[in-house]
């Protein structure tokens, strides 16, 4: 995780630097509201959002959010990447476009 940002609409989003992706069309950075909670499914647990934490983000796309990418990260799956048994079962995924 790279940092946070304002997004003008009266909530912060969390910037990732992006090495690796699997599915999707993800550049080398990628933003995400920075909604925190420890009972949403769709929030990020509040000890995960630190500044050069590395994550293995496991993303929605969800109808009728308030940022325009609308992308919200799956709390169940996202995780360490230390603490992801089957990361190896993912493959090597590619670089991000751009």
Same mark, same amino acid.
């Given at each position: 995780?790279?940092?946070f940002r304002?997004?003008?609409?009266?909530? $912060?989003?969390?910037?990732?630097? &992006?090495? *690796?992706?699997?599915?999707?069309?993800?550049?080398?950075?990628f933003e995400?509201?920075?909604? =925190?909670?420890? =009972?949403?499914?769709?929030?990020?647990?509040?000890?995960?959002?630190?500044?050069?934490? =590395?994550? &293995? &983000?496991?993303?929605?796309?969800?109808?009728?959010?308030?940022?325009?990418?609308?992308?919200?990260?799956? $709390?169940?799956?996202?995780?360490?990447? $230390?603490?992801?048994?089957d990361l $190896?079962?993912?493959? *090597?995924?590619?670089?991000?476009?751009?």
């Amino acid at each position: 995780m790279e940092g946070f940002r304002d997004s003008g609409n009266g909530y $912060r989003l969390v910037i990732f630097k &992006v090495d *690796r992706v699997w599915k999707g069309k993800i550049g080398p950075t990628f933003e995400m509201p920075a909604v =925190e909670s420890d =009972e949403l499914c769709w929030a990020w647990p509040p000890s995960m959002l630190k500044t050069g934490t =590395e994550l &293995v &983000v496991f993303a929605n796309h969800m109808q009728g959010g308030t940022h325009p990418q609308e992308f919200y990260p799956m $709390r169940c799956e996202t995780s360490l990447p $230390r603490d992801l048994p089957d990361l $190896r079962k993912l493959g *090597r995924g590619h670089k991000p476009k751009g």
